[in-house]
């Protein structure tokens, strides 16, 4: 099993883990009581999530006037939070399926929590265009099903039902293809666990039992849908893209929107998974799987794709100054210099500027600027969305109807409401599923474990598995 | 028939002597009932004669039904069923049909592709196949043989073959069919 590894390549796990350690390492936190930064943490949590259910109920209830929207600017915060929300959730899909089939194996370091992250975070983005809708008991107008108002069908050529499909989509693929990775790691806490934890487990893990074929038919399965999910999760921000680009407004219609969201959602994505496992392998004590060769790989993915984001918006400027058109040369121009100039600034310096510090390899492998820069960038990403959307419409067609929005309490308190759904879910989900994949993480120990690889190798020993220390032969004689 | 099987099984500590203990069943003409580890072990399907997985057979087939079902029915909307002009563009606007086909496409088949593999593999909420040791989860590899309608010798020659191939305990269980 001890393929050849480049002596490039560093250790991935350290502390010369055993398979039966990495099992107890990585089952603990479902196996002990919670730590009391967690209790607090989730404390402060399901507050936020109360503050996202109370203006959740009193838009619903007074209506979207509550909102400080206007006939100039009818996309304000709601959406914002929505692209950006959707943002985050491509890195997951990205971690497990791209560079499942790029053969990366740090990404069974981050790939289980990734891809909770994800699936968390498309369910905060849902929240937005369904409560934005304002008479949210009428949402499943949205999906194309025989109705008795003719029956009148949804406009399949609009991009906001391409979006509906791409969002419903994702959020199926990535949580089946999460869930089948967790099966396996469920029988594993299950084969520990007792009395009613057992049951429950037994539940979960679908009745896995490790047999040689199932693994075949799991591997087979995870390649396939790691291809499917490929084009998937670029199609995706695609289509939110598609949202602007296919409309009429100058500032928005823009082929480049496509790839430049796409790159921005990695990018936004690998910072919110960063911020999230930074703390997790501190809390969860991870250090030996989460290391610093994996928060440098990832920083290395956050360079990369700030300065895609980065040449984007210089091309945009560019175009929009070639183009010799003033109406298209004002959209830039006023998104630069107008009245929203100080998010525009916030956007070049937090998502352009400042990752350009990660070229330097000390930065890239320091903890700590990694995790400020992770927070930096997830605020520069809220405002590229801010950027597009509100500057562009608060200088709309007719100067007489310009407008300049700030939002609501009730808009505000949804924002930082639904950090609060998503961070309750995610925190729910560090104690109850293993955080890292320990049946991938075992299948890499030979060739990425640092007893076998890199400058402390020492010689191969077999057997490095612990002896069955009780129970051994107990139930041989019973059948005879 | 019984309708419970008598299985005995080896647990070994290392994933190379997993492999090492096939190839010397395979040898010796020993037929393996199965093989259970914690992780895909990678050279054992070879070992074992399984052959590679058709899932993907059905991943194209469901994905093929869903293109074919996401283009066909907004066709169908769309020219026959209620047909509506937007923005002057014709009743049958295939570019404005495909980002919908192709993630009906992706849905049908990852969807499909996942029933399957649940189905086939006989796993599913509240299933309970055969689980011989709870280790094989956690850190030990198992080479189990039915052991039903052996007799004595030929159990003691299974037990010798696992001592041979240095199987860290053995063990044997009743399960259901």
């Not at chain 1, 890195?91 to 089939?101: H, K, M, V, Y």
Request: hydrophobic residues 50%.
């Amino acid at each position: 099993m001890s393929g050849h590894v480049a002596p490039v390549r560093k250790p991935l796990i350290t502390g010369s883990k055993t398979y039966h350690q990495i099992t107890e390492d990585i089952c603990r936190p479902t196996e002990t009581a919670p730590s009391l930064s967690w209790v607090i943490t989730f404390m402060l949590s399901v507050m936020c999530l109360g503050v996202f259910a109370f203006c959740v109920a009193w838009t619903v209830w007074i209506g979207i006037g509550s909102w400080n929207l206007n006939r100039t600017v009818n996309w304000g915060w709601d959406i914002t939070n929505f692209v950006w929300w959707v943002g985050i959730g491509h890195a997951g899909t990205l971690i497990s399926a791209i560079l499942l089939l790029f053969r990366q194996k740090w990404r069974t370091g981050v790939n289980r929590a990734a891809e909770a992250m994800t699936i968390f975070a498309v369910v905060c983005a849902g929240q937005f265009p369904l409560i934005h809708m304002g008479r949210i008991w009428l949402a499943i107008f949205i999906f194309p099903y025989p109705n008795t108002r003719g029956p009148l069908w949804v406009n399949f050529n609009s991009p906001l039902l391409w979006d509906v499909f791409a969002i419903s989509t994702y959020f199926t693929v990535s949580l089946l293809f999460w869930y089948a990775g967790l099966v396996p790691d469920f029988a594993t806490v299950r084969d520990r666990a007792k009395g009613v934890r057992k049951k429950i487990y037994s539940f979960v893990a679908f009745g896995w039992n490790g047999s040689a074929k199932h693994w075949q038919r799991w591997e087979s399965l995870s390649l396939i849908l790691a291809g499917l999910a490929t084009p998937l999760v670029l199609s995706v921000h695609t289509i939110v893209s598609f949202d602007f680009a296919t409309s009429v407004i100058p500032g928005w219609h823009t082929t480049i929107f496509p790839p430049y969201f796409v790159a921005g959602a990695i990018f936004s994505g690998f910072a919110m998974v960063l911020t999230l496992m930074l703390i997790a392998r501190k809390v969860l004590h991870l250090e030996d799987y989460i290391t610093v060769e994996h928060v440098e790989s990832m920083n290395k993915v956050i360079l990369l794709t700030g300065s895609i984001v980065g040449v984007a918006y210089l091309t945009e400027l560019f175009i929009a100054w070639y183009s010799g058109y003033i109406y298209e040369q004002f959209a830039f121009l006023n998104r630069v210099l107008g009245p929203y100039y100080w998010s525009y600034i916030g956007m070049m310096l937090c998502n352009v500027l400042s990752p350009q510090i990660f070229w330097s390899k000390k930065i890239r492998r320091s903890l700590f600027w990694t995790f400020f820069m992770s927070i930096f960038i997830n605020i520069g990403m809220w405002f590229e969305r801010f950027v597009i959307i509100a500057t562009t419409l608060a200088r709309d067609y007719l100067p007489s109807s310009w407008s300049y929005y700030v939002p609501s309490w009730v808009e505000i308190g949804i924002f930082v409401g639904s950090i609060g759904l998503f961070f309750t879910l995610f925190l729910i989900f560090t104690r109850i599923a293993p955080v890292v994949a320990i049946a991938e993480i075992k299948s890499i120990l030979k060739t990425a474990g640092d007893q076998y690889i890199g400058d402390k190798a020492h010689s191969h020993q077999d057997g490095r598995s612990e002896p069955i220390t009780e129970g051994v032969n107990d139930d041989k004689e019973e059948n005879k | 028939m019984s309708t419970e099987r008598n299985i005995l099984f080896g647990l070994y500590d290392d994933e190379v002597k997993l492999l090492d203990a096939v190839k010397v069943a395979n040898a010796d003409y020993l037929d393996i009932d199965d093989v259970y580890t914690p992780f895909p072990v990678h050279g054992l399907d070879p070992l074992l004669g399984l052959e590679e997985s058709r899932l993907h057979i059905a991943g194209f087939i469901f994905g093929t039904i869903g293109c074919l079902f996401g283009f066909g029915f907004m066709t169908w909307v769309f020219t026959r069923d209620w047909p509506i002009i937007f923005g002057g563009k014709p009743y049958w606007s295939v570019p404005a049909f495909i980002p919908i086909t192709f993630e009906l496409t992706v849905l049908f088949a990852a969807v499909g592709m996942v029933l399957v593999f649940y189905i086939i593999c006989g796993l599913g909420p509240g299933a309970e196949p055969r689980r011989l040791h709870d280790r094989i989860t956690d850190d030990k590899f198992c080479i189990a043989f039915d052991a039903t309608d052996l007799g004595s010798d030929a159990v003691e020659k299974l037990k010798g073959y696992f001592t041979k191939t240095g199987a860290e305990s053995i063990h044997s269980k009743v399960v259901p069919v």
